[in-house]
């Protein structure tokens, strides 16, 4: 059944999978090591748990080594590089082509896990939390390598010795992009296991003082940042690559990392409120339980084929066992917090509502419906599926946006209100006379763009929620820059206020991007021939075929159309691979503007070279969602630099940012 | 309004944790009832044309995909105009289409398209041309041939 090991026909691939099974066998002897070591409390125990994570690490990091060299040198004795490389690719190609398929894309998983555990075991205090949070990151490992050296292992020999692999996926090999995106979403996905082994180490040792809460907090910042590029990024790709002009499609892909996303923007704004305040700590331990189990969910999903999708991956017997883990996650944080519920109910103050810990509470509960209603969605066809016996129903993205658009204002509103706020209680008229600036804004701004022709009423209220959060983040800045004595002084005292007022100026540039793209979208086509008498038409511009040329890139062809918009060159072509034949891929040429795109791609040319057909997209603001994602790296960035002055120690280190 | 000051734990204080339920219960209510009142008008059934022509009376005017093998394909490039029969062996239905084609789109291809009868004619918005991580076009032909034997 599983082929272990095996001699016969692979060096690199028995070297490779001795190396997975060393690191397997490490993780299974450190997750015992950590087990013993808190069981009895021995620091000796757990100082070797400690160090089974740097030989666990070394090990992978062979594997991924391995891997590495084999895809270099087309040895394809081993399986994986017969099946997804071959000789003719670029070197950047085979290099990405690593992660191009479901075992290399495990095996990435579990190598940077082992790289996260090792700097967790670098940087974990010598308390009652380091043996359990320890042991949980073994947990992790034990699961993740295990898939990776058996039922995954990316290092099984070949049965025919193949001359020539059959190439990487040819979709992945159309954008650099593709090479990056699944390293970032797997940095997202892979940093939250260690918010969870805190929280599981507090749950076990019963310390839930807030100490897990404020170490975590910088881990849950990189893990989430790195969501946030992965996410963003997989859209450009898809804008850049698919040829439809859009960047989100309500795909179950998409969504399955877009639900971790949600679940971890609730958790770092809801650890501010037991960092500040003490309260919400049941919450948090549920919140990252779930956190976690929804990167597993997601992958699940993809990897199954419950879930009919446009890329629901092949994933062969994965599918189960992941459904494995997953319920094992849920069972054991569930159970967790269950047994240590008294001493999370410890201190039952309510937030008030209108305080800052109330704005952030309504606000996670906004992000936990907002998960809740996309796992429905994804989830939906199946049960439908189960229900009626119908194959392939979908929901389509209307479902989506009949929630996430007023679920995404709400976000929005609260966001502004958030920061505004003292904690504990804000007396109503302060806040009325704080609000009152805001509320004109946004009020004006909506005029503003109903005066320009602005219709759609989303949109107003988007225009309408951007203006009022930029004015009261400018307005809070300018106060205690007032106070303070001068803005750098300011920004200086409290990088981690300023960072996250950053990331929210980002995700208003974001939404606002979001909005004008989603409903002011135009689209035609059109077939344009050489030498036309007059040009085309389309969307008030004249379009002409200037040249069409055939171009050999070894690994395939590409038919290029040139095509001049308003007297402006585009060059778009339409890219076969030789791995595929019967499939074209489209590469559409876009002109990015700050105020729009236009983005030009061919559907299909004809084959004696007199005419092509075209797709003319014309989005607003499209190029907003790119840099408003930069922008919110950068806030997310900024909130992880420590401050200048050294605080005392009691107080925290500049009040939390505010909330969305 | 922020001052970095220490700010004082919580009290230890029971509160009636009711109206923080219900809101709750109101806000899950509320978006349910968002989300399931279009979510029948959402959800997009797969057929075959036997089976439409078995459901007619459910499906009839709302969006669903239909999936079958491309006959009698007229495509006009220079009007964008794209006339096609899709087929299951058992019954085939005539299919609209504006947009361009590729010379890829021919006899006998399996194809999945999004739109919704109108009296007989589909009117197609949408050709979805399936891919997946594992490239491969005849797979998902072979795989929509083998769907169309057991629905015959």
Redesign the interface.
């Known amino acids: 059944m599983l082929n272990l090991i095996s001699f016969q026909s692979s060096a690199l691939g028995s070297l490779g999978q001795l190396a997975l099974l060393g690191g397997l066998g490490f993780s299974l002897a450190g997750l015992l090591l950590a087990f013993v070591g808190g069981v009895r409390a021995d620091a000796r125990v757990t100082e070797a748990a400690r160090r089974a994570t740097w030989a666990v690490f070394a090990l992978i990091s062979l594997g991924m080594l391995v891997l590495m060299v084999a895809l270099l040198k087309d040895d394809f004795t081993v399986r994986y590089v017969a099946e997804h490389s071959m000789r003719a690719s670029p070197t950047w190609i085979k290099i990405t082509s690593l992660w191009g ?2 075992e290399g894309s495990i095996l990435l998983w579990a190598w940077l896990l082992s790289g996260f555990t090792f700097i967790l075991s670098l940087t974990l205090r010598r308390d009652a939390l380091r043996p359990w949070a320890l042991g949980t990151m073994f947990v992790s490992l034990l699961f993740f390598v295990g898939v990776c050296a058996t039922i995954a292992s990316p290092f099984t020999p070949v049965s025919t010795l193949l001359a020539d692999g059959r190439g990487p ?4 090999q159309n954008h650099w992009m593709m090479a990056v995106h699944p390293v970032l979403l797997y940095l997202g996905f892979v940093g939250l296991s260690v918010p969870f082994a805190y929280a599981v180490a507090a749950l076990v040792t019963g310390r839930l003082s807030d100490h897990w809460v404020v170490v975590t907090r910088r881990w849950t910042l990189v893990a989430w940042t790195f969501l946030t590029a992965a996410i963003v990024a997989g859209g450009w790709w898809s804008y850049e690559t698919l040829g439809w002009g859009g960047y989100w499609a309500w795909d179950p892909v998409e969504n399955a990392s877009f639900i971790p996303w949600l679940l971890t923007t609730a958790f770092l704004h809801s650890i501010q409120i037991q960092e ?4 919400m700590r049941s919450w948090n331990v549920w919140l990252i339980v779930l956190a976690y189990s929804s990167t597993v969910l997601g992958t699940f999903l993809n990897r199954s084929g419950i879930v009919q999708s ?5 994933g062969g017997p994965v599918g189960p066992v992941f459904l494995g883990f997953l319920a094992f996650l849920l069972i054991v944080g569930i159970g967790l917090a269950a047994w240590r519920a008294p001493a999370l109910r ?5 937030p008030a509502p209108v305080s800052r810990e109330g704005a952030f509470l309504a606000g996670n ?2 992000f936990l ?1 907002f998960a ?2 996309v796992l ?2 994804t989830l ?2 199946t049960f ?1 599926e189960a229900a009626q016996g ?10 989506y946006n ?2 996430a658009i ?2 995404g204002l709400g976000l929005l509103l609260l966001m502004g209100v958030g920061p ?1 706020l ?3 209680r804000a007396d109503g008229q302060g806040l009325l006379r704080a609000l009152v600036p805001l509320l004109a804004s946004g009020v004006g701004a909506a005029l503003l763009g109903f005066v320009f022709g602005l219709r759609a009423p989303a949109v107003l209220l988007t225009l309408a929620l951007a203006a009022y959060n930029l004015v009261g983040l400018g307005l ?1 800045t300018a ?2 820059a007032r106070q303070a004595g001068g803005l750098g002084r300011t920004l200086q005292a409290q990088p981690r ?1 300023y960072g996250a007022y950053t990331a929210h100026i980002g995700l208003v540039v974001l939404a606002l991007g979001l909005a004008f793209s989603g409903a002011y979208r135009k689209d035609a ?3 344009l ?1 050489l030498r036309a008498a007059a040009p085309t038409t389309l969307l008030h511009e004249r379009l002409e075929l200037t040249g069409l040329r055939q171009v050999d890139r070894g690994f395939g062809t590409s038919a290029v159309a040139s095509v001049s918009i308003d007297g402006r060159p585009f060059e778009t072509r ?1 890219n076969t691979y030789t ?6 891929f489209p590469a559409p040429a876009v002109r990015y503007g700050l105020l729009g795109d236009t983005y030009l791609v061919v ?5 004696k070279g007199q ?1 092509a ?3 003319l997209i014309e989005s607003p603001l499209v190029s907003w969602i790119w840099w408003g994602t930069l922008i919110i790296c950068i806030g997310a960035g900024l909130t992880l630099v420590s401050p200048a002055r050294p ?1 005392p120690r ?6 939390a940012p505010a909330t969305d | 309004m922020s001052q970095p000051t220490p700010l004082p734990r919580a009290r230890q204080r029971r509160r009636n944790p009711l109206p923080v339920i219900l809101g709750v219960v109101a806000l899950v209510g509320l978006t349910a009832f968002i989300a399931f009142g279009n979510l029948n008008k959402s959800l997009e059934y797969f057929v075959t044309p036997t089976e439409y022509a078995q459901q007619r009376a459910e499906l009839e005017g709302r969006p669903i995909r239909i999936g079958g093998l491309v006959r009698a394909v007229d495509y006009n490039p220079q009007t964008l105009n794209l006339k096609f029969v899709v087929s299951d062996g058992g019954a085939s239905f005539p299919v609209q289409y504006s947009g361009a084609v590729s010379d890829l789109f021919k006899e006998n291809q399996g194809v999945v398209v999004r739109g919704e009868f109108q009296g007989d004619t589909f009117h197609a918005q949408e050709l979805i041309v399936k891919h997946s991580e594992e490239y491969n076009v005849p797979k998902t032909q072979t795989e929509l041939k083998d769907m169309l034997q057991q629905t015959q």
């Open positions: 398929a479901l996926n040819p979709a992945l500040k305040r003490g309260l446009v890329h629901a991956f092949a410890d201190e039952a103050e309510v509960w906004l419906v809740f209603m429905l969605g939906f066809p439908v119908r194959r392939d129903a979908s929901v389509g993205p209307a479902f009949a929630f007023p679920l505004l003292p904690w504990r809070l106060r205690a206020r086509q059109a077939t021939n339409l791995q595929a034949p019967g499939a074209l559907t299909s040319i004809d084959p005419w057909s075209i797709r605080q009691l107080a925290p280190a500049g009040l």
